[in-house]
Structure formats: structure tokens, C-alpha cells
């Protein structure tokens, strides 16, 4: 394991990730016993994508986390013997269960396995019937992507999804059903997408029940290289999904979220942040992929998908700077730093653009910019390096933002290391990685300060 580097100004700190190498999904998220279980998709060899096993992190107020020995690692000459891909886990009737995909060398053979926690949900043992469920059902005409098992319980029986995809037809969501998760009845595609809007194939997909919808959250590969997160949002009648609304869920570098409800009844999400810069950059800081913040989801009376990052995040906020439309007429922030929760409301009506730029060298030359665009009804992230940016991802992200009538901006910030995660009215995302070549770049300033109605900025705590 290399040892992550003090002077590491890209690497955040008051984010989880492990102490080195490389992370991606959350995996196998629960409450139990009251602490926060998490679980991630983690290469104990180096910062790069191989040989997957289960990290696990605990946590008893969502805010600092302790990183966990390994739970789960591949068994050779088994059906998970290339890899412990990404999954669920349930309480079982006392007995914490964790149901993931099992890969052989090529991964063309993916399989559901079960493996089964003691109490702290340090020891995992492996179901001695794995896999529990190989055969892809004929009618999706093709051999892999057969993966990511969501499960729930319902009418006394657990449900589960899978993701994949039907040949020729695009990205496809399974629906199964089990009375004691070993045997499972394929019931019938819960969702099919359209190959166009949706994805070749789909990844990770969640499926829930908020307020008076379901909501489908689902990974999605498009033709071409491509991947987005989406949130679909519908009704669930005779073991189907029908869409009513769709949205891009995060515009950025969040993919895979897995969600669960915890104890207080709120549907939790995670994401894994994935990087924007090379492979041999990525090895070269040792370490590689971060989870986002997690957020409380909902839906507001207009039925659209809502999300906050959880308040217990503010329990890291130190020092508070708070500036009045007066005070930001200059544009420039009198304070600096990468490691900040923003709040910022502006009146999106009195400027074309708004937002502030972050990571800010002193000539400005070096900046990322979060705005709204009225005019455009986006909300973007353009980031600008100082020099040649290389193989690090410089591409400007958007999407789509209406506000309601006489609606503020209200935007969110949370900035960290190279991490930047945007919010606007808890209904528009984007994330994004911006790497400052100085470790000077850290100012802050205001776009169109004529617009600002109220801007609070908190320098966060070290969770380190
Ligand atoms: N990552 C896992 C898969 C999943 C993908 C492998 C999504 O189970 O489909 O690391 O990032």
C-alpha cells in the first residue's frame, strides 16, 4: 500500500476514500447495529481498476468515517474468483447478507453470489451454494453484463433487480423474485430502456419507493464511450416500472449510487466520484476514486427527484465567513482554501450569468467556474488550467436548470481536494474533478456579485 502524500493538495479530506489505492462503487451500504456500514469496490494492489474486492468503512454519523480491513476478497477457483463485483447487502432475519457479483478472469461469466457477516460485519463467510443465480434469460440473447443485484423486501418475499442489457434492444433492468434469497424466480424485465435515451446498458440500477412514485436510478453505458447517471421517476404496477419523468441525475464524474433508507427513514444515497486525469496520474498519487457526500433524496409536489447533502456534514464546518450582497461588489473573496461547504443564493433575474469560481490562482489565469445561465437555463462547470492541462479532463459539464417562478438560485458547494460537488435548488447536479496545478490556487470569487443575494462559506474539518 503506498502512503498517501501530506502535501497532496488534490486529495480530499473531509471525503471518504481509503488511505491508498483504488475505490469505485459503494457496495453493500446498511445500518446496523446504528453505525453506518460502507462498503466499496477496492483494488488492494495499486491506484487502477483490477482484482476487486470489498473495502468497508464504518461510520456512526455519516460525517467521519473509519476506514475497515477488507471484508470480502475473491476465492480462488470459485465462482468469484476474478472478482467481487458490485452489490447489496440485507438483513436477513438477523443476519447481515451481502449479495453481489461474482466474475471469472475475463468477465464474461457473472454471476450472484451470497456471503454472510458477523456481527461488527468484520468476517464474511461465502455461501457454500454459490453463485445462487448464473443463467441470463434466453430472451436477452446475449452472455455478460448480468450484474448488480438491488434487492428489496416486499409482500414477504425479497425482490431483486439486476442490471444488463437485451441485444439489440438497449440497457435492461431484470425483475426476480425469492423467498429465501438462494432460490430466485426470473419474473420478467422490470424496465427496458431505450437504447438512445437510456444506454446500450445499464449498471447498478436502484429501484424504491419515494413518497407517492418509484424512483429508478440507473448507471447507463452509451453507444459511443459514454456514461451518465439517470433518474427515472414512475409508477410500479403488476411487477413493472413506467417512467412518467426523466432526468440526468448527475452530470458528471458520480456514477454508480446504491441507497438505502436508514433508521430515521430517509433514502440515503452514495456515489462513487471517479477521477479526471490519467491512469499513470492516478498511480502516481497512489490513491484513486472518492465517494460523494451523502445525500437525503425526495420528491417535492411537482414529483421531481430532490437531493441534499445529509446534515450531518455540517458538523465539519469550522470557520464561517458570511457576505451580504454588499459585501461582494468587488467580486473577490477575502478568503481562500480547498476545503469549503458553500451556500450561495443569487437572484438569477438581475445577471445573464451567476456563480463564483473556485480554485482560483492569484492572476486568475487558474480557475473553476460554477454557474447558472439564465438565458441558456443551465447550470455549468467550466474548468480553466493555468498551463497545459495534459491528460487531465478540461471539458466544460452542464445540464439543463429551469427555475420556478419568482425561484432564486440556490446552489451548494462542496468543494474538496479536486472534488467539486454542485447542487442547485437540490434538484440540478454536477460533479466535477479539477486538479490546480499550484497549491496558490485557491481563491475565490464572485460572478456578477449584482445578483448575490446571500453567499455563506464554512472551511471544513479534516476527517483524516
Ligand atoms: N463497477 C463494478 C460493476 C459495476 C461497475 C465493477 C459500475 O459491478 O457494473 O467494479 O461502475
Not at 454557474?371 to 447550470?379: K, Q
Request: charged content about 20%.
Amino acid at each position: 500500500m503506498t502512503p498517501s502524500n501530506p502535501h497532496d493538495f488534490h486529495r480530499p479530506t473531509y471525503h471518504f476514500l481509503p488511505a491508498a489505492n483504488w475505490m469505485n462503487d459503494p457496495n453493500g451500504v446498511i445500518q446496523w447495529r446504528g453505525r453506518y456500514h460502507l462498503f466499496f469496490q477496492y483494488n488492494p494492489d495499486g491506484a487502477y481498476h483490477a482484482n476487486m474486492h470489498w473495502g468497508h468503512a464504518v461510520s456512526d454519523d455519516l460525517a467521519h468515517w473509519e476506514e475497515m480491513p477488507i471484508a470480502i476478497a475473491p476465492t480462488p477457483n470459485s465462482p468469484d474468483q476474478a472478482g467481487i463485483w458490485s452489490g447489496c447487502m440485507v438483513d436477513d432475519d438477523g443476519i447481515p447478507t451481502a449479495i453481489y457479483t461474482g466474475v471469472n478472469d475475463d468477465y464474461s461469466r457473472q454471476v450472484q453470489c451470497l456471503a454472510f457477516g458477523n456481527e461488527d460485519l468484520s468476517r464474511w463467510t461465502k455461501h457454500s451454494g454459490n453463485p445462487v443465480l448464473s443463467e441470463i434469460p434466453a430472451h436477452c440473447f446475449q452472455a455478460r453484463d448480468f450484474r448488480d443485484p438491488f434487492v428489496w423486501r416486499a409482500d414477504d418475499q425479497w425482490y431483486m433487480t439486476l442490471s444488463g442489457h437485451i441485444n439489440g434492444v438497449g440497457g435492461a433492468a431484470l425483475l426476480y423474485r425469492s423467498e429465501d434469497l438462494r432460490d430466485w424466480q426470473y419474473l420478467h424485465p422490470l424496465f427496458v430502456g431505450d437504447r438512445v435515451r437510456h444506454g446500450y446498458n445499464f449498471e447498478c440500477v436502484n429501484f424504491f419507493p419515494l413518497g407517492q412514485r418509484w424512483v429508478m436510478i440507473i448507471s447507463s453505458m452509451f453507444d459511443g464511450g459514454g456514461a451518465a447517471v439517470l433518474a427515472l421517476v414512475g409508477r410500479y404496477e403488476n411487477h413493472r416500472f413506467f417512467p412518467e419523468s426523466e432526468t440526468v441525475y448527475d452530470a458528471g464524474y458520480g456514477y454508480a449510487p446504491l441507497t438505502i433508507v436508514d433508521d430515521q427513514g430517509r433514502r440515503l444515497i452514495w456515489a462513487w466520484l471517479r477521477e479526471g486525469r490519467s491512469v499513470d496520474q492516478q498511480m502516481a498519487a497512489g490513491w484513486s476514486g472518492v465517494q460523494a457526500i451523502p445525500r437525503a433524496l425526495s420528491l417535492d409536489s411537482r414529483q421531481r427527484l430532490v437531493s441534499h447533502p445529509v446534515p450531518e456534514i455540517k458538523t465539519l464546518r469550522g470557520a464561517h465567513h458570511h457576505f451580504s450582497a454588499s459585501d461582494v461588489h468587488e467580486g473577490a473573496l477575502p478568503i481562500s482554501g480547498l476545503a469549503l461547504d458553500i451556500e450561495a443564493e443569487f437572484d438569477a433575474s438581475l445577471a445573464e450569468t451567476c456563480g463564483i469560481e473556485l480554485a482560483r490562482s492569484p492572476d486568475g489565469g487558474e480557475q473553476v467556474a460554477i454557474t447558472y445561465d439564465a438565458g441558456t437555463e443551465a447550470l455549468r462547470v467550466t474548468r480553466q488550467y493555468g498551463g497545459e492541462a495534459g491528460e487531465i479532463e478540461g471539458e466544460a459539464q452542464g445540464l439543463a436548470h429551469r427555475l420556478d417562478a419568482g425561484e432564486t438560485l440556490q446552489l451548494r458547494i462542496l468543494l474538496d481536494g479536486s472534488v467539486i460537488e454542485a447542487v442547485a435548488n437540490g434538484r440540478a447536479r454536477v460533479t466535477s474533478r479539477f486538479y490546480p496545478s499550484e497549491a496558490t490556487s485557491q481563491g475565490l470569487r464572485v460572478i456578477s456579485p449584482e445578483a448575490v443575494v446571500s453567499l455563506d462559506v464554512w472551511e471544513m474539518a479534516s476527517i483524516g
